[in-house]
C-alpha cells in the first residue's frame, strides 16, 4: 500500500509497507499467549510510565518498528510528554529530562538488551539496584527481558508498524 499526501505546493509519495513474513501468533497460538501472560506478569508493580520508556529503548536499540508505533503510542496515552520520547534515543545527552531512577532503568535496559557488549557491568546493575527494591528489581530485569524476546518475533517475522492503537490487543 502505498501512501500519498497532498499539500498545496508538492505531493509525497511514501515508500510501500513492507509485507510481514509470517503471522507467528495465529501459527504459534500458546506461544503467543504464553507471552502475553509473561508480559503482564513482568509489568505487576512497575510504574506504567517507566515500563513504557523501557520497552521503548530496549525497541529502539533492537529496530523493532511494530514496537516502537506501539510502546510511543501506549506512553503517549500514558501521559508522557512527545518531549521525553522523541529524547530517549538520546538519554544519555538529555538525562535532564529522567530522573535517577529512570536513567538507572535506562542504563539497564541498554546492557540487558545489548549484551553483545559483554555481560551486565556491576556498576549499571549497583545503580539500578540503588533505585529498586530487589521485588521491583526482578519486575523490571523480567519487563526488559520480556520485550526483547517480543523484539525478536516483531522483527524476524517482520510486524508491520503503523496501525496500532492504545488498547488493541496484539
Known amino acids: 500500500m502505498t501512501t500519498t ?3 498545496t505546493t508538492t505531493t509525497v509519495t511514501y515508500a510501500s509497507e513492507p509485507t510481514p513474513r509470517l503471522d507467528w501468533a495465529a501459527l504459534a497460538p500458546d506461544v503467543f499467549k504464553a507471552m502475553i501472560r509473561l508480559d503482564a506478569a513482568a509489568g505487576r508493580g512497575l510504574d ?3 515500563r513504557e520508556l523501557v520497552k521503548i529503548r530496549a525497541s529502539q536499540l533492537n529496530h523493532c518498528a511494530f514496537c516502537l508505533d506501539m510502546h510511543t503510542k501506549d506512553a503517549l496515552a500514558a501521559g508522557e510528554s512527545v518531549e521525553r520520547i522523541v529524547q530517549l534515543s538520546a538519554w544519555e545527552e538529555s538525562r ?3 530522573t535517577e ?3 538507572a532503568a535506562l542504563e539497564l535496559t541498554e546492557a540487558v538488551t545489548v549484551l553483545t557488549d559483554g555481560f551486565v557491568p556491576d556498576e549499571v546493575y549497583e545503580r539500578a539496584a540503588a533505585h ?3 521485588a521491583e528489581l526482578a519486575q523490571l530485569i523480567a519487563a526488559i527481558s520480556v520485550i526483547n524476546a517480543w523484539n525478536r518475533f516483531g522483527v524476524t517475522c517482520r510486524r ?3 496501525h496500532y492503537q492504545p488498547g ?3
Open 101 to 103: 531512577r529512570e536513567l
Open 168 to 170: 488493541q490487543h496484539l
Open 160 to 162: 508491520t508498524p503503523g
Open 132 to 134: 529498586f527494591e530487589e
Open 48 to 50: 506504567p510510565v517507566l
Open 5 to 7: 499526501e497532498e499539500s
Open 96 to 98: 535532564h529530562f529522567y
